[in-house]
T-cell receptor, first 110, second 114 residues
Framework: KQEVTQIPAALSVPEGENLVLNCSFT??????LQWFRQDPGKGLTSLLL???SQREQTSGRLNASLDKSSGRSTLYIAASQPGDSATYLC?????????WGAGTKLIIKP | GAGVSQSPSNKVTEKGKDVELRCDPI?????LYWYRQRLGQGLEFLIY????????KSGLPSDRFSAERTGESVSTLTIQRTQQEDSAVYLC????????????FGPGTRLTVT
């Protein structure tokens, strides 16, 4: 059974710092891995999608890597801003459904 | 183009009442998914449709939950005899097909059972 774990559960850093969020999964047989952002009371915003054959994806200040063999992904956020404060969710696609991590709650202090 | 839409955005209902939640997927997307997120918890898979059929209903929490999809388009999630533990945000997503295609999410319906 696929399980997804995100570490840390919460993170608070000063504005301007670079940071890394971690996601691990137990079954390497995945189609893809997706990072989402969730703001309080709002829906999900897809940030990056990495197909199983890919190693990384980049969008602006965000970079996500995937090491399928070790069951790990990282989301790197460069030059963090207060607007980056949100909960970040990692989800892996196994068969048809997404299996979700519990999220990392990120607070960027001005 | 238009994204996934869901209605209503918010629903408050009394315990024991039935509710219907609607999802309009992106046009042309054959796969449709329902997820649930209860307060302070992670997202749970409920059900998915490939076309109008639902090959896997194992995620539905109880027999009070049912879902249907018509015309390979709109889907309705129905909860009968609602309970307080049904309070959650219900999210719908669609994709071109299953497997490797990205799922696009709607804004969700926040259900509160009083």
């Amino acid at each position: 059974k696929q399980e997804v774990t995100q570490i840390p559960a919460a993170l608070s850093v000063p504005e301007g710092e670079n940071l890394v969020l971690n996601c691990s999964f137990t079954d390497s047989a995945i189609y893809n891995l997706q990072w989402f952002r969730q703001d309080p009371g709002k829906g999900l915003t897809s940030l990056l999608l990495i197909q199983s054959s890919q190693r990384e994806q980049t969008s602006g200040r965000l970079n996500a890597s995937l090491d399928k063999s070790s069951g790990r992904s990282t989301l790197y956020i460069a030059a963090s801003q207060p607007g980056d404060s949100a909960t970040y969710l990692c989800a892996v696609k196994s068969n048809y459904q997404l299996i979700w991590g519990a999220g990392t709650k990120l607070i960027i202090k001005p | 183009g238009a994204g996934v839409s869901q209605s209503p955005s918010n629903k408050v209902t009394e315990k024991g009442k039935d509710v219907e939640l609607r999802c309009d997927p992106i046009s042309g997307h054959t796969a449709l998914y329902w997820y649930r997120q209860r307060l302070g918890q992670g997202l749970e898979f409920l059900i998915y449709f490939q076309g109008n059929s639902a090959p896997d209903k194992s995620g539905l929490p109880s027999d009070r939950f049912s879902a249907e999809r018509t015309g390979e388009s709109v889907s309705t999630l129905t909860i009968q005899r609602t309970q307080q533990e049904d309070s959650a945000v219900y999210l719908c997503a669609s994709s071109l097909e299953t497997a490797a295609y990205e799922q696009y999410f709607g804004p969700g319906t926040r259900l509160t059972v009083t």
